[in-house]
């Protein structure tokens, strides 16, 4: 065998399991979907798919503008293989962002963006109209 092909197989044999191995990881990546619940409350719903329980919270902000809001407590724990909603009051209705984040002992801190969310009667009313 030549010198290229000995590198290649090493190479292969090398990166092999990380193909194997990354599709796994990110499927047991915990998820966050928010909904307006009432005239000035966010739903937060995270899903935590891997067998280790999650810390997770969210900030909602107000048309994505640096006035945001917490839920109380600012951190909810997921169960393994379960879900778990926080309550995120606001003073307002309106259409707001959502920044999440979980965090899963031994993985990276899971992090992500949710929005438009409609908060209010007339602020679902918008984003229907708009078909968002």
Not at 12 to 26: D, H, M, N, Q, R
Not at 35 to 62: I, W
Request: aromatic share 10%; proline share 9%; net charge negative.
């Amino acid at each position: 065998m030549n010198r290229h092909a000995v590198r290649a197989t090493l190479a292969t044999a090398i990166a092999a399991p990380l193909f194997f191995v990354a599709p796994a990881l990110s499927a047991a990546a915990p998820t966050a979907e928010a909904k307006g619940d009432g005239e000035n409350t966010v739903a937060v719903t995270f899903t935590n798919p891997s067998n280790e329980p999650a810390s997770c919270g969210a900030l909602v902000h107000f048309f994505s503008t640096p006035l945001s809001s917490f839920g109380w407590p600012p951190v909810v724990l997921v169960a393994p293989q379960g879900t778990t909603t926080q309550q995120i009051p606001f003073v307002s209705g309106g259409i707001h962002t959502v920044s999440w984040w979980c965090d899963v002992p031994g993985e990276q801190l899971h992090t992500g963006q949710i929005g438009p969310v409609a908060v209010g009667g007339a602020s679902e009313s918008i984003l229907g109209f708009f078909g968002s």
